[in-house]
Protein backbone atom coordinates (compact mmCIF):
# COMPACT_ATOMS: atom_id res chain seq x y z
CA UNK A 1 0.00 0.00 0.00
CA UNK A 2 1.03 3.47 -1.17
CA UNK A 3 2.39 5.85 1.53
CA UNK A 4 3.93 8.81 2.12
CA UNK A 5 5.08 10.16 5.22
CA UNK A 6 5.52 13.91 6.32
CA UNK A 7 8.01 15.22 8.93
CA UNK A 8 10.13 18.13 9.77
CA UNK A 9 7.40 20.55 10.19
CA UNK A 10 7.53 23.16 12.98
CA UNK A 11 7.36 26.73 13.98
CA UNK A 12 10.26 29.21 12.89
CA UNK A 13 10.63 33.28 12.85
CA UNK A 14 10.56 34.78 9.55
CA UNK A 15 13.56 35.03 7.50
CA UNK A 16 13.97 31.08 9.31
CA UNK A 17 14.93 27.51 7.55
CA UNK A 18 13.08 24.48 7.68
CA UNK A 19 13.35 21.46 5.79
CA UNK A 20 10.85 19.24 5.34
CA UNK A 21 11.18 15.12 4.18
CA UNK A 22 8.46 12.97 2.56
CA UNK A 23 9.30 9.14 3.45
CA UNK A 24 7.45 7.33 0.55
CA UNK A 25 6.79 3.53 0.69
CA UNK A 26 4.53 0.77 -1.02
CA UNK A 27 5.98 0.34 -4.69
CA UNK A 28 6.97 4.41 -4.86
CA UNK A 29 10.33 4.54 -7.02
CA UNK A 30 13.15 6.88 -8.37
CA UNK A 31 10.60 6.91 -11.29
CA UNK A 32 7.56 8.69 -9.87
CA UNK A 33 7.27 12.09 -9.72
CA UNK A 34 6.38 14.13 -5.91
CA UNK A 35 5.05 17.38 -5.17
CA UNK A 36 4.97 19.69 -2.19
CA UNK A 37 1.75 21.60 -1.78
CA UNK A 38 0.40 23.91 0.86
CA UNK A 39 -3.00 24.75 2.09
CA UNK A 40 -3.51 27.97 4.74
CA UNK A 41 -6.88 29.17 6.92
CA UNK A 42 -8.98 29.62 4.24
CA UNK A 43 -7.27 28.89 1.16
CA UNK A 44 -7.07 26.54 -1.47
CA UNK A 45 -4.35 23.65 -2.01
CA UNK A 46 -1.62 25.16 -3.78
CA UNK A 47 1.32 22.97 -5.39
CA UNK A 48 4.85 24.31 -4.06
CA UNK A 49 7.06 22.74 -5.83
CA UNK A 50 7.28 18.86 -7.76
CA UNK A 51 10.19 16.96 -8.78
CA UNK A 52 10.63 14.18 -12.10
CA UNK A 53 13.40 12.50 -12.91
CA UNK A 54 16.01 15.06 -12.62
CA UNK A 55 13.47 17.88 -13.06
CA UNK A 56 12.22 20.74 -10.74
CA UNK A 57 9.21 23.14 -10.88
CA UNK A 58 8.60 25.56 -8.55
CA UNK A 59 5.67 27.78 -7.88
CA UNK A 60 6.37 31.70 -8.52
CA UNK A 61 6.36 31.88 -4.93
CA UNK A 62 8.87 30.27 -3.88
CA UNK A 63 11.34 30.70 -6.24
CA UNK A 64 15.17 31.15 -5.26
CA UNK A 65 13.58 30.36 -1.51
CA UNK A 66 12.49 26.60 -1.69
CA UNK A 67 14.22 23.64 -2.67
CA UNK A 68 13.20 20.29 -4.14
CA UNK A 69 15.34 17.32 -4.25
CA UNK A 70 15.52 13.48 -3.14
CA UNK A 71 17.55 10.65 -1.91
CA UNK A 72 16.66 7.67 -4.04
CA UNK A 73 18.12 5.32 -1.78
CA UNK A 74 16.32 6.26 1.11
CA UNK A 75 12.98 6.49 -1.01
CA UNK A 76 12.65 10.48 0.18
CA UNK A 77 11.60 13.62 -1.18
CA UNK A 78 12.99 17.03 0.81
CA UNK A 79 12.00 20.50 0.24
CA UNK A 80 14.78 22.91 1.78
CA UNK A 81 12.48 26.15 2.79
CA UNK A 82 15.00 29.40 3.41
CA UNK A 83 14.23 32.78 3.72
CA UNK A 84 10.76 32.08 5.14
CA UNK A 85 8.14 34.56 5.34
CA UNK A 86 4.84 34.58 7.58
CA UNK A 87 3.18 33.93 3.95
CA UNK A 88 4.79 30.04 4.22
CA UNK A 89 2.46 29.52 7.27
CA UNK A 90 0.29 26.67 5.63
CA UNK A 91 0.17 23.00 6.31
CA UNK A 92 2.30 21.26 3.87
CA UNK A 93 0.85 17.78 2.10
CA UNK A 94 3.57 15.54 0.19
CA UNK A 95 1.59 14.05 -2.96
CA UNK A 96 2.27 11.36 -5.51
CA UNK A 97 1.68 12.92 -9.10
CA UNK A 98 -1.09 12.15 -11.08
CA UNK A 99 -3.03 10.29 -8.37
CA UNK A 100 -5.33 10.55 -5.04
CA UNK A 101 -2.30 9.62 -2.71
CA UNK A 102 -1.46 12.55 0.15
CA UNK A 103 0.43 12.38 3.32
CA UNK A 104 -1.11 13.23 6.26
CA UNK A 105 0.57 17.04 6.50
CA UNK A 106 2.83 18.53 8.28
CA UNK A 107 2.59 22.30 10.11
CA UNK A 108 4.55 25.23 9.16
CA UNK A 109 4.28 28.30 10.94
CA UNK A 110 6.22 31.36 10.18
CA UNK A 111 6.29 34.66 12.68
CA UNK A 112 6.87 37.65 11.85
Known amino acids: QVQLVESGGGLVQAGGSLRLSCAAS????????IDWYRQAPGKQRELVAA??????NYADSVKGRFTISRDNAKNTVFLQMNSLKPEDTAVYYC???????WGQGTQVTVSS
Open 95 to 101: HLTWTDY
Open 26 to 33: GGISRFNA
Open 51 to 56: ISGGRT
